[in-house]
């Protein structure tokens, strides 16, 4: 346990705050379902795929295409901060399987404004979703 020096309280170690095994979209199966029917959001930098799960969590999946960011250093940063905006945001992603893909407009942002780029994008999805479920739900009434 690492202490704080000036109030002696407990930090949360770095490995308790990342997403776990269960938080990943980890098979080409569950990439397809969420390509072939998610509700998608695009903005300069990313394109959002999401798709309602069965489960209570969220799932992420990352598409980091080496043609946007050429740099192995680049990618990996993208990557982190796509993760720590997914991780401050599981509340209102809660049931969803989500991709996020890469766009061309990548390389001319800076990391910095991923966040707000996402968190807009994040929000986008969440409503996409819900609208089209009371579409259904409205025509599942009527029939």
Same mark, same amino acid.
């Given at each position: %346990? &690492?202490?704080?020096?000036? *109030?002696?309280? &407990? =930090?949360?170690?770095?490995d308790?705050?990342?997403? !776990?095994?269960?938080?990943?979209? =980890?098979? =080409?199966?569950?990439f ?7 509700? @998608?959001?695009? !903005?300069?930098?990313?394109?959002v795929?999401?798709i309602? $799960?069965?489960?209570?969590?969220? +799932?992420l ?9 050429? +740099?192995?250093? *680049?990618? $990996?940063r993208?990557?982190?901060?796509? +993760?720590?905006?997914?991780?401050? $945001?599981? @509340?209102?992603l #809660? !049931?969803? *399987? /989500?991709? /996020? %893909?890469? +766009?061309p407009?990548?390389?001319? #942002? ?6 707000? %780029? ?5 929000? *986008?999805?969440? @409503? @996409? ?12 009434r009527?029939?």
């Amino acid at each position: %346990m &690492v202490t704080d020096a000036q *109030d002696g309280s &407990v =930090a949360v170690p770095a490995d308790r705050q990342r997403l !776990g095994r269960t938080a990943r979209l =980890a098979s =080409a199966q569950h990439f397809k379902r969420v390509f072939a029917a998610g509700v @998608r959001s695009h !903005g300069s930098a990313f394109t959002v795929l999401a798709i309602p $799960n069965r489960l209570a969590r969220p +799932r992420l999946g990352l598409a980091v295409a080496r043609k946007h960011l050429r +740099r192995a250093v *680049d990618r $990996n940063r993208a990557k982190r901060r796509i +993760r720590e905006s997914f991780r401050k $945001n599981l @509340r209102l992603l #809660c !049931g969803l *399987d /989500v991709v /996020v %893909m890469t +766009r061309p407009g990548i390389s001319r #942002c800076r990391p910095e404004v991923y966040e707000a %780029m996402l968190s807009t994008q994040w929000k *986008d999805v969440v @409503r @996409r979703i819900s609208t089209t479920k009371t579409a259904r739900e409205r025509e599942e009434r009527s029939v």
